[in-house]
């Protein structure tokens, strides 16, 4: 369990209310939620719950309309480096070779082309594209694009990694592949990560947390530890999905949001 000490990002009253018959009026609200560095935070909730709203607040595209969030306890007003972004489509430029998108963050920041060609290596070994290095994106199947998309992230050493549902448009084997591998770059690399996820399972067995959020309007509706992602990396097997303890508190959890949708 990771050791709680100062916050790296805290949401404190979050609400963003898009307004009017167009806007579709509040996404989220009243939010308050703090993550530690080195969580692997999970949070997941019905469709339309203000999920992916709260991850562009963290990733600064959009400003709450009330409430804060800060990073470093610094309030975040915009893009930068310090925050990655992955999507569930990858925003790799498709005509551009891997190489190229992976360090296309560090050309932009003027770093040195010998150290950009060194990082690149390094991160494409990382998400085991060692051999694609020179391939164009579009050359590349759906989990090597997100795969890319991960190392373009990373390669930024970003304080807090935010993903957007990245594994929601993945076939059932290629889904599970990248969890072992975003679970093991967690364990190696002590990334704080932001997972959205509408999967009751993935949200289990990824996160060391995972968080709950209500119906339209979102709000958090649970918050707890769970242990299954250590459990996985220790026995280097993710049977525990079938354990009394993790069936139990999948059926918590569907129950809860079952509940919410109701009333």
């Known amino acids: 369990m990771v050791e709680k000490t100062k916050e790296l990002i805290s949401v404190d009253n979050v609400s963003l209310d ?15 939620l703090d993550i530690y560095p080195g969580e692997f935070v999970c949070v997941m909730g019905p469709s339309g719950c203000g999920k992916s709203t709260l991850l562009k607040i963290l990733a600064g595209f959009i400003k709450p309309t009330g409430g804060t969030a800060s990073l470093d306890g610094n309030k975040i007003n915009g893009i ?3 925050r990655g972004v992955v999507f569930q489509n990858s925003t790799l430029y498709e005509w551009y070779s891997v190489k190229k998108n ?10 040195a082309k010998a150290t950009i060609a060194e990082e690149v290596e390094k991160y494409l ?33 970003p304080e807090i990694l935010l993903m957007d ?8 084997l290629t889904k599970n592949q990248m969890q072992n591998l975003i679970r093991r770059i967690w364990a190696k690399s002590h990334n704080t990560i932001f997972f959205i996820t509408h999967d009751v ?3 289990l067995l990824l996160g060391s947390r995972v968080v709950v959020m209500s119906k339209h309007p979102g709000r958090i509706i649970a918050d707890f530890p769970a242990p299954f992602t250590t459990d996985i ?4 097997d993710d049977d525990i999905r079938y354990s009394k303890d993790f069936l139990a508190k999948r059926k918590k959890i569907l129950e809860m949001i079952s509940q919410d949708i109701l009333e």
Not at 130 to 155: C, H, N, P, T, Y
Not at 165 to 172: C, N, Q, S, T, Y
């Open 201 to 203: 399972d993935e949200a």
């Open 102 to 111: 992976v360090g296309f963050g560090l050309s932009m920041r003027h770093v």
């Open 125 to 157: 070994a990382e998400v085991k594209l060692d051999d694609w290095g020179d391939k164009k994106v579009f050359e590349l199947s759906g989990g090597m694009k997100q795969r890319a998309a991960i190392a373009s992230a990373l390669i930024n050493k």
């Open 233 to 236: 990396l220790r026995d280097n």
């Open 18 to 32: 898009y307004g009017g018959k167009d806007g579709n009026g509040p996404a989220i609200k009243d939010v308050s």
């Open 165 to 172: 549902e990245p594994f929601g448009a993945l076939d059932a």
């Open 80 to 82: 930068d480096a310090q």
